[in-house]
């Protein structure tokens, strides 16, 4: 039986990508080895995404078409594009171009050679990216990894190629929050890296801006390490730990004399601060995790899927 292999794309308000994006995936399809489609998974895009995604998936039988009922977010369209895959390897590619489709056939060479289950693509350079995403960026993995049970491949995005035995174990995977790159990484098997040069986006603006970022690190962090937990409650052993200093200071200032606790406004003030203010951090983390809690215990779908185009298998 000839082997199969999908390419998933989330698209979100992507039209001034799109065209040029499929042209440049077919070709790189025509060329493999093996038989290849496209899963694009439409995140409730608001422009001209849906139906030129409609037409293409008319046209030609290998692109499959998801469409969300909204927004929810690239992970969700991520996760939804390996649910739907049923072909021996997929790679997960952004619709930007960023990544570009021609290094497919190298990284699939890859793997066959080195028996991988798994090649994550590590970016040597990045072109024409901001300084402050740059930056951003080298932070959040270098912490991620510091903070994490599970250490992470350093500047890696969620361009890869899985096999069918990553996807399988992925399907089990029960929690709707997910931090796809850092779940490829915990399910284990053989993962080796591809250096490659990430490019600029072909057209269009980023879908992610800084509020989704944030969020984006937020929930990596919480749902990849119970470390803030545990700063949180140092933090409170060092409040304790000043604030008995500070009763021993002004017992002795009152013994030896040396303490003027009549006049002591500004240091009970310092302290009631600090003390808030420590209470407050350790609460809010404390939140955090109970927020995904929450979140999981509702038991929601991590999306819902409005149309499916070309769709056979399930
Ligand atoms: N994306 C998505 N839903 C969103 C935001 C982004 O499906 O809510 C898609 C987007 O269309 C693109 C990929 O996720 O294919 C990565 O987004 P983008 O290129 O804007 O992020 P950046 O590369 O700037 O970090
Ligand atoms: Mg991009």
Known sequence: MTRRLSIIVPCYNEEAVLAE????T???IDR???EGEIIYINDGSRDGTRNMLNELADEDPRVKVLHFSRNFGHQPAVSAGIHQCTADWAVIMDADLQDPPELIPDILALSEREGANSVYCVRRSREKETLFKRLSARLFY???????EVQFPLDTGDFRLIDRKIMDQFKRLPEHGKYIRGLISWIGFKQVPFYYERKARVAGETKYPLSKMLRFASN???????KPLRLASSLGFLAVIVGLLLALWTLLGKICGF???ETGWSSIMTAIIFFGGVQLLTIGVLGQYIGVLFDEIKNRPEYIIDECRNCTDS
């Open 21 to 24: 994006s499929y042209r440049r």
């Open 26 to 28: 077919r070709a790189v």
């Open 32 to 34: 493999l080895p093996c």
């Open 142 to 148: 270098r912490t991620m990894n510091r903070m994490s």
């Open 220 to 226: 990596a962090l919480l749902y990849f390490s119970k």
């Open 259 to 261: 303490s003027h606790a």
